[in-house]
């Protein structure tokens, strides 16, 4: 799962996926303010068409009359994927968008061991420095 731009790992990660392992079952999720910011959204396609078990589900703010199928309008609702019991989640996105989504795996009863995410955004910077009293070391 990917908001905004910080969808390049994830893209990478599939990639990898549908050269090493095609028949897995990868289900991506991404959200994004609409089709005309969506990064890497042809690449993404592309590395699922090589695998026999991908499915992509996109949520937009503004789908611009994109909706529809596997695109969804407003925001990523949790309660709609379909999540294996053992679903191993790996999540990129600034830090107020991780936490809603992992209380909504949490509800769905994916555990903590199985949930894996990558911090992107100013969230980091501006955490840092309350952390660490604008001496760059965080206690």
């Known amino acids: 799962m990917a908001a905004f731009a910080e969808h390049t790992p994830v893209a990478a990660m599939i990639d990898h996926l549908a050269g090493a392992e095609p028949g ?11 089709p005309r910011t ?3 959204r042809r690449q993404i396609a ?3 068409a090589r695998m026999t078990d991908f499915w992509q589900l996109t949520w937009y ?4 009359g994109t909706e529809g ?5 407003g925001r990523i609702d949790v309660t709609r994927l379909p999540l294996p019991r053992k679903a191993r989640v790996f999540m990129c996105g600034p830090i107020p968008f991780m936490r809603e989504i992992r209380r909504g795996l949490a ?12 911090v992107f955004g100013p969230d ?6 309350r952390l660490s009293n604008g001496t760059g070391i965080v206690r």
């Open 24 to 34: 897995r079952r990868v289900l991506a999720v991404h959200a994004d303010r609409g």
């Open 38 to 40: 969506h990064a890497l």
């Open 107 to 118: 509800e769905a009863g994916v555990s903590d061991e199985r949930v894996h995410y990558e």
């Open 61 to 64: 703010e503004d789908p611009d």
């Open 46 to 48: 592309d590395a699922g």
């Open 124 to 129: 980091l910077w501006t955490a840092g420095d």
């Open 69 to 73: 199928g596997d695109v969804l309008p």
